[in-house]
């Protein structure tokens, strides 16, 4: 791609990202696994099944990323004595990050991962991930930035802990840089209210970032917000997921169950498709001629009527099927004569009367 195109589109494998094209959906993980491979493994097969475009995870090197000090964001664990040890036991080995990527790729679906360190971006840099998603604590992260812009890979943005002028002005810095990065609004709430969700702050960063994919990062753990914004315009849809609403972890209320997960995406293509087939009712109408008269209604007689008799108010009724003469004809059949015997439930026309 040229680097017009890199920098008004995003492309992640075969995926292009933007206007025009169908939102991206990413099915969020993040710590849902609680430290099993083997779960790992599985959500990335119902994100599959689910019709995800991409399944993300997070991933955590406690010694690199961390210290014992580190508070909990919520204080949920009961076998972790702190966030740090919390961290460890959510940790995987270089070589099972790649198999997880490996196996994504096996099931045809995209493999990210957020690095919360430089030996995590590391990590993932070795094992070839196409693009890099940035959480919204460590947008702040200059240390970590600079180390992925290097990379020159696409970036993803939350603003989940940013206001807008801060990932505003982020995001043309990348863009000045020759870097492809798209921007998702963020309310970093688990769960989200719909008071806060806050799909306004989509149109700020539309106006300012022109040409940028923009997309929301959503924590509600409902599908609607993602596809109401989806039908506004966001390119990118990310969401949290879990195999079960009583699984154990922080991000499980915020999450959508794989029912949740699939209504999404069929409700983002139905949303999506809306957007981008505006309707002529005119010309729609022409292709409902059948239904007008089917559901319209015309004038009948209420009874047999014989040649030269005429017509009163009472036999005549505006029924079901359409086709004939609309009830403003009403006044030119009343009061006169019928030209030709009229049989009940005749459709009437202007030639039936003297």
Excluded at 99 to 127: G, V
Excluded at 132 to 151: M, Y
Excluded at 322 to 341: F, M
């Amino acid at each position: 791609m040229g680097g017009h195109v890199r920098l008004r589109f995003m492309q992640i494998n075969d995926k292009i990202i933007g206007s025009g094209h169908p939102p991206f959906i990413i099915a969020e993980v993040a710590q849902s696994h609680d430290g099993s491979l083997g779960l790992a493994f599985s959500f990335i097969d119902m994100a599959k099944e689910c019709g995800a475009d991409a399944v993300k995870f997070q991933t955590h090197i406690a010694s690199a990323e961390s210290t014992p000090a580190e508070p909990w964001r919520t204080p949920f664990s009961r076998q972790d004595a702190s966030r740090y040890d919390y961290w460890k036991r959510m940790e995987f080995t270089r070589e099972q990050w790649r198999a997880l990527k490996e196996y994504a790729d096996s099931r045809d679906i995209i493999f990210l991962s957020s690095p919360f360190s430089i030996e995590a971006c590391q990590w993932l840099e070795d094992i070839d991930i196409p693009a890099w998603k940035i959480s919204s604590g460590e947008v702040h992260n200059l240390e970590l930035l600079q180390w992925v812009l290097e990379t020159r890979k696409p970036v993803i943005l939350s603003s989940g802990l940013s206001t807008p002028t801060e990932t505003i002005t982020l995001a043309r810095s990348i863009r000045s840089q020759g870097v492809s990065v798209a921007v998702l609004h963020c309310t970093a709430l688990y769960p989200t209210p719909a008071e806060a969700v806050g799909l306004n702050l989509m149109d700020t960063f539309y106006h300012a970032l022109h040409g940028i994919p923009i997309g929301l990062s959503d924590h509600s753990g409902v599908p609607y917000p993602g596809i109401v914004a989806s039908y506004l315009g966001a390119s990118i849809i990310e969401v949290h997921f879990t195999l079960h609403p009583r699984m154990y972890g922080p991000d499980v209320p915020a999450s959508l169950t794989p029912e949740g997960l699939s209504a999404l995406v069929a409700g983002v293509r139905f949303a999506w498709r809306m957007r981008h087939h505006t309707v002529d009712k005119v010309q729609q109408l022409g292709t409902l001629a059948h239904e007008r008269v089917i559901f319209g209604r015309s004038l009948y007689t209420t009874r047999a009527i014989a040649v030269g008799e005429e017509i009163t108010p009472r036999d005549v009724a505006y029924k079901k099927p359409g086709g004939g003469l609309a009830y403003e004809h009403l006044e030119s059949i009343v009061g006169r004569r019928a030209r030709q015997p009229l049989s009940n439930h005749h459709a009437l026309s202007l030639d039936d009367v003297l």
